[in-house]
């Protein structure tokens, strides 16, 4: 399935002074959350396998359990049963300062800026690698901070207060933040809620050109299609499907899913697969 446009690739390897790191294995076994106050399940059991440098995309009505899925992916939540591992590794057994070398996220959620410029937010991904009373950026890391900012197109923003922009331009400040922590898996949380659509196909773009491992969540069953290996599809934080789009959204359980009437349908003249809804 596809979206039907495309735009030039970022070509993240050059002119950009990122140095990405390799994906990680993610595996995810049987892991659920509960509301600790009252034992609610929020999210049924799940496992899957996600191979190093893979995208997926976490798709679902509101309330299906996407936010609460990432949310054990970033450690935010500790599982209330099962493990989350990256390259074999219990994310809940490291350090904090280890966690956030292998994981970053990037949440919907945008935090106040505290008078901060865009340069000093985004320099703030490299905390992780501040020892003590260091300085915030060696010569590696200042090469880094400035590699996300022109990734991100930001350079022209890098001495505005973050307050002063727009809602699109703040989260693209923050993906360039999450990938100053050099990580090996990043979740995204609708990365392109705020952003118009030339800004939304480059961060799609972005995504599937970067070598990392990366887990997010989408509205757009279109476009979770088209930039995704793999797609979990939840309702009511229970599994639907785990695989590819072609295997997972088919008419019957994107219609039970989001209870509306679905279809699969050919745009023309790119002859690519389209979902359409109605009621």
């Given amino acids: 399935m596809g979206c039907g446009v495309k735009i030039s690739p970022f070509n993240v390897r050059s002119n950009s002074g990122l140095n990405f790191a390799s994906g990680a294995h993610l595996s995810v076994e049987k892991a659920s959350w509960a509301l600790p106050e009252t034992n609610q399940i929020i ?22 359990g996407k936010s609460s899925l990432l949310r054990l992916l970033y450690r ?12 074999g590794a ?4 490291m350090s904090a300062r280890a966690a956030a070398r292998k994981v970053a996220a990037v949440l919907q959620e945008q935090p106040t800026d505290f008078g901060l410029t865009v340069h000093e937010i985004v320099a703030l991904g490299r905390t992780p690698y501040i020892r003590g009373f260091g300085v915030a950026t060696d010569e590696h890391g200042a090469q880094v901070v400035q ?25 693209r400040v923050m993906v360039a933040r999450a990938l100053c922590q050099e990580p090996s898996l990043l979740i995204l949380d609708e990365p392109t809620n705020h952003l118009d659509i030339h800004h939304q196909l480059e961060v799609l773009e972005l995504i599937r050109e970067m070598p990392l491992t990366i887990v997010t969540s989408l509205h757009d069953l279109n476009l979770a299609a088209s930039n995704c290996d793999d797609v979990l599809l939840l309702k009511e934080g229970k599994p639907l499907g785990f695989g590819s789009a072609d295997e997972v959204f088919s008419e019957a359980s994107i219609s039970q899913a989001f209870r509306v009437k679905a279809k699969n349908e050919n745009l023309s003249p790119s002859n690519t697969k389209h979902l359409t809804f109605t009621l």
Avoid at 76 to 87: A, F
Avoid at 90 to 93: A, P
């Fill in 76 to 87: 935010y939540h500790t599982p209330t049963t099962g493990t989350v591992k990256v390259d």
């Fill in 90 to 93: 219990d994310i809940n057994q």
């Fill in 43 to 64: 999210l049924q059991p799940i496992t899957f396998n996600l191979p190093a440098g893979k995208v997926l995309g976490v798709v679902g009505p509101n309330g299906a």
């Fill in 147 to 171: 590699g996300a900012l022109h990734q991100l197109d930001l350079l022209k923003f890098s001495e505005r207060q973050l307050g002063t922009l727009s809602g699109g331009e703040r989260q």
